[in-house]
Structure formats: structure tokens, C-alpha cells
């Protein structure tokens, strides 16, 4: 699977899945941007680097419509293009319907679903105007199948898979690809919170009767960021363990 030179952002790098899809491109000669919130970030990037790997940290909020904008001009005149955008930052606040405040609500929509919507619009005209690029965003079982607590992050998580069927329709033609990739249960920071009998029955609804690893689902991301995976366009891949089968 070859992703070998290609210029490729991670977004929510520092930690987690993003560090694990961040390690495995540069492990397949990807030259690997991190993108994260988290000074972390740093850490991340020069164990990459120690390796003799390309990797850089960028301190950003995807968020942040200008930073966002500025980072990817800084990307492209020093790296000359973008080959590859990763969309895996997302946060949760979780909080049942009846008690669930606008704050918590907005703060999972401006990362979740207007985060993703502007590092994408901004990358987009860069892989046009090469006739090249694949775009992968971090959907979840949760925009399948819904989960208790989640109205906001359930909402972001459908809303990327509509997103990216729309993008897929419109940018397929310029030799650009856009998936997303619904990661189940996966041990990461996002998931440490939770209580381990939470835990135990969540993993009694996964036939494969285990949590995923990151690298679980660092695989995905590089078969569909790959030169090979040229003709899958417009997908949400459930990596799950069957949990959404
Ligand atoms: N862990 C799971 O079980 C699971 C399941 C389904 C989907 N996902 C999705 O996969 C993705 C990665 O999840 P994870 O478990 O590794 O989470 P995580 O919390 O361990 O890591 C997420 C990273 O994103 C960063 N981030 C948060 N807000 C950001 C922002 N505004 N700008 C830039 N970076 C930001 C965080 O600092 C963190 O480093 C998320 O989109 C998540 O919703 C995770």
C-alpha cells in the first residue's frame, strides 16, 4: 500500500488513533504533518523523526478557520503540495438529551463537523489543481447506530458521512478520493473515562470479543490513503469487530 513521498496531514495527532495513523505513514515514507491542540504534538513528531522518519507538529485548532487556512499555505510552500488529509480530530461531550447544554452541544459541532468541513474546503483546491488526493475523515459506529448520551457527537458523526458522500460526487472527477472510516471500541485516551463495567458489556456486544488497538484502525486509513485504493470512493468503512455489522 503505497503512500510513499506523499505529503499527508493528520489532524488530532498528538495521541490516539491520529498518533497511531501518524507513526504508520511515516513508517511507509509518507512525509506526515501533525495537527493538534495538545503540546503532545511535539513529542509525537520527534519520536517519528527519531526513527529517521518525516514528521512535523503544527499547534493548531481545526477549529480555527484561519489558522487552519494559514497552516495549509505554510504546508504548501514548503512542501510544495498535500497529498493526503487525515480528518481524525474529534472530542465528545457527553450528556443525555434532557441535559444537554448549547455549550456542549456547539463545542462537539465546531470541532466535529465545521473543524472537518474547513480543513477540507481549504485542502481541496491544492489536490484539484494536482489531479491527485485522498481525504479520509474519523466517523464512528455512533453516526451508524446512535448511543446513549451522544446527541451532539452522533449528529457530527452521520453528518461526516454525508459530507463525504457529497465531496466523493464532486471531487472524484479531479482524481481525488474521500472516505470515512467508523472506528468501534478502541483504547485511546477518548475511551480511558470510561468505567470498566461500561466496558466489560460494550465488549460483550463485539463478536470478536476484544477492544481495538489505534493500529487496529491505522491499517484503514492506510489502505484508503493508499495509490492502490484508487477506486474506493464515497464509503464509510465500519472498523468495529462486527459490533455494526
Ligand atoms: N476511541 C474510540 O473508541 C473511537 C470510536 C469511534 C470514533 N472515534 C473517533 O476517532 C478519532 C480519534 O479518536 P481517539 O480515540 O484517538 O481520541 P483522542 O481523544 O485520544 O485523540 C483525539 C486527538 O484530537 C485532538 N483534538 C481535539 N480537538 C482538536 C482540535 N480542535 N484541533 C486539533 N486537534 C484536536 C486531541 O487533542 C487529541 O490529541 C475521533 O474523531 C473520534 O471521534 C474514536
Same mark, same amino acid.
Given at each position: 500500500?503505497?503512500?510513499?513521498?506523499?505529503?499527508?496531514?493528520?489532524?488530532?495527532?498528538a495521541r490516539g488513533i491520529g498518533r497511531a495513523i501518524a507513526e504508520l505513514f511515516a513508517e511507509?515514507?509518507?512525509? @506526515?504533518?501533525?495537527?493538534?491542540?495538545?503540546?503532545?504534538?511535539?513529542?509525537?513528531?520527534?519520536? &517519528?523523526?527519531?526513527?529517521?522518519?518525516?514528521?512535523?507538529?503544527?499547534?493548531?485548532? &481545526?477549529?480555527?478557520?484561519?489558522?487552519?487556512?494559514?497552516?495549509?499555505?505554510?504546508?504548501?510552500?514548503?512542501?510544495?503540495?498535500?497529498?493526503?488529509?487525515?480528518?481524525?480530530?474529534?472530542?465528545?461531550?457527553?450528556?443525555?438529551?434532557?441535559?444537554?447544554?448549547?455549550?456542549?452541544?456547539?463545542?462537539?459541532?465546531? *470541532?466535529?463537523?465545521?473543524? &472537518?468541513?474547513? /480543513?477540507?474546503?481549504? @485542502?481541496?483546491?491544492i489536490m484539484k489543481e494536482k489531479g491527485y488526493g485522498r481525504i479520509i475523515t474519523a466517523s464512528?459506529t455512533t453516526g451508524l447506530r446512535g448511543n446513549y448520551g451522544q446527541t451532539n457527537y452522533a449528529?457530527?458523526?452521520?453528518?461526516?458521512? !454525508?459530507?463525504?458522500?457529497?465531496?466523493?460526487?464532486?471531487?472524484?472527477?479531479?482524481? +481525488?478520493?474521500?472516505?470515512?472510516?467508523?472506528? !468501534?471500541?478502541?483504547?485511546?485516551?477518548?475511551?480511558?473515562?470510561?468505567?470498566?463495567? *461500561?466496558?466489560?458489556?460494550?465488549?460483550?456486544?463485539?463478536?470478536?470479543?476484544?477492544?481495538?488497538?489505534?493500529?487496529?484502525?491505522?491499517?484503514?486509513?492506510?489502505?484508503?490513503?493508499?495509490?492502490?485504493?484508487?477506486?474506493?470512493?464515497? +464509503? /464509510?468503512?465500519?472498523?468495529?469487530?462486527?459490533?455494526?455489522?
Amino acid at each position: 500500500m503505497t503512500v510513499k513521498n506523499r505529503v499527508a496531514i493528520v489532524s488530532g495527532a498528538a495521541r490516539g488513533i491520529g498518533r497511531a495513523i501518524a507513526e504508520l505513514f511515516a513508517e511507509n515514507g509518507a512525509r @506526515v504533518i501533525l495537527w493538534d491542540v495538545l503540546d503532545e504534538g511535539e513529542q509525537t513528531a520527534q519520536a &517519528i523523526t527519531d526513527k529517521g522518519q518525516s514528521a512535523e507538529f503544527m499547534k493548531i485548532s &481545526i477549529a480555527d478557520k484561519s489558522a487552519v487556512e494559514d497552516a495549509v499555505a505554510a504546508i504548501v510552500s514548503k512542501y510544495g503540495t498535500i497529498d493526503i488529509l487525515i480528518n481524525n480530530a474529534g472530542i465528545t461531550r457527553d450528556k443525555t438529551l434532557l441535559k444537554m447544554t448549547d455549550e456542549q452541544w456547539d463545542a462537539v459541532i465546531d *470541532v466535529n463537523l465545521k473543524g &472537518i468541513f474547513y /480543513c477540507t474546503r481549504a @485542502v481541496a483546491p491544492i489536490m484539484k489543481e494536482k489531479g491527485y488526493g485522498r481525504i479520509i475523515t474519523a466517523s464512528s459506529t455512533t453516526g451508524l447506530r446512535g448511543n446513549y448520551g451522544q446527541t451532539n457527537y452522533a449528529a457530527t458523526k452521520a453528518g461526516v458521512i !454525508g459530507m463525504t458522500k457529497t465531496w466523493a460526487l464532486e471531487l472524484g472527477r479531479y482524481g +481525488i478520493t474521500v472516505n470515512a472510516i467508523a472506528p !468501534g471500541y478502541v483504547k485511546t485516551p477518548m475511551t480511558d473515562a470510561i468505567p470498566d463495567n *461500561v466496558k466489560q458489556m460494550a465488549l460483550m456486544t463485539i463478536p470478536v470479543g476484544f477492544l481495538a488497538e489505534p493500529q487496529d484502525l491505522a491499517v484503514g486509513y492506510l489502505f484508503l490513503a493508499s495509490d492502490e485504493a484508487r477506486f474506493v470512493n464515497g +464509503i /464509510c468503512l465500519p472498523i468495529d469487530g462486527g459490533y455494526s455489522r
